[in-house]
């Protein structure tokens, strides 16, 4: 795993972003090793530089000791953000998060609520018909309902490449990178938490149009090993008509 870990890294020294955007990558988790995730989302083009997009997602996960990846609920999410094209390269997003978590590694079970404010900032290009992009996300991360987990700072990097495996491009294999570093709750407190490899295949329908990815997330937790993560998740494109870009 740590082989698989270093030659992906190099991979992706180059990222990509598609013209929507990427997929839907599962929220990250501990105290599991494997986990369920699915998602489906709307992204609407409103002006020749906007676009927003809201999804919803859930996923179950196995427990510590085996690989029975819907053995118990996990978590769920609801997620809306708006992104703003400043050109063909540059382009910055801002969103928010409602999150709600099943928690087992306490006492009694308990339901951790998150709120999660972030914005992405991207940089994308291509070389033939390769797309690559960097990104990079600020975040800051707070419980509503618990004492015990106090707010945080997180940062991440992230690289992605896309290849087209047909003449069309209908069909995309993605395979992406995304580094986490946390500061809880104070900037010096910042550290090196995880690392997170995706891999996905895309296929791209033209009528409806709708975007379907199905692939694998390994989240490698700093000195606490991997989980596997199986995800699909299902994007309609511009539900209420497109608005033309030029």
């Known amino acids: 795993m740590l082989l698989v870990r270093y030659v992906g890294s190099i991979l992706l020294q180059f990222a990509a972003f598609l013209p929507a955007f990427s997929q839907i990558s599962p929220p990250g988790l501990d105290d599991t090793r494997a986990v369920a995730w699915g998602a489906i989302g709307f992204s609407q083009q409103i002006g020749p530089k906007w676009q927003t997009t809201i999804y919803l997602g859930a996923s179950r996960e196995s427990n510590p000791d085996n690989y029975s990846l819907l053995n118990k609920p996990a978590i769920a999410v609801i997620d809306v953000s708006g992104l703003y094209r400043f050109n063909d390269r540059w382009s910055l997003s801002g969103a928010i998060s409602f999150r709600k978590q099943d928690v087992y590694d306490v006492d009694d079970m308990e339901i951790r609520d998150e709120i999660r404010y ?120 511009d539900p209420f008509g497109k608005h033309s870009l030029n």
């Open 118 to 237: 972030y914005s992405r900032l991207y940089y994308r290009h291509k070389i033939k018909k390769i797309s690559f992009t960097y990104s990079f996300r600020p975040e800051f991360r707070t419980y509503y309902n618990s004492t015990s987990v106090p707010y945080t700072y997180r940062f991440r990097l992230k690289a992605q490449v896309a290849i087209p495996l047909n003449q069309s491009g209908s069909n995309q294999f993605i395979l992406g990178n995304e580094i986490l570093n946390v500061a809880q709750p104070h900037f010096s407190d910042y550290k090196y938490s995880e690392d997170r490899l995706t891999s996905y295949f895309r296929h791209t329908f033209k009528k409806p149009a709708v975007i379907f990815d199905a692939g694998f997330m390994y989240q490698f937790l700093a000195g606490e090993g991997l989980i596997t993560h199986l995800a699909f998740d299902v994007i309609f494109l």
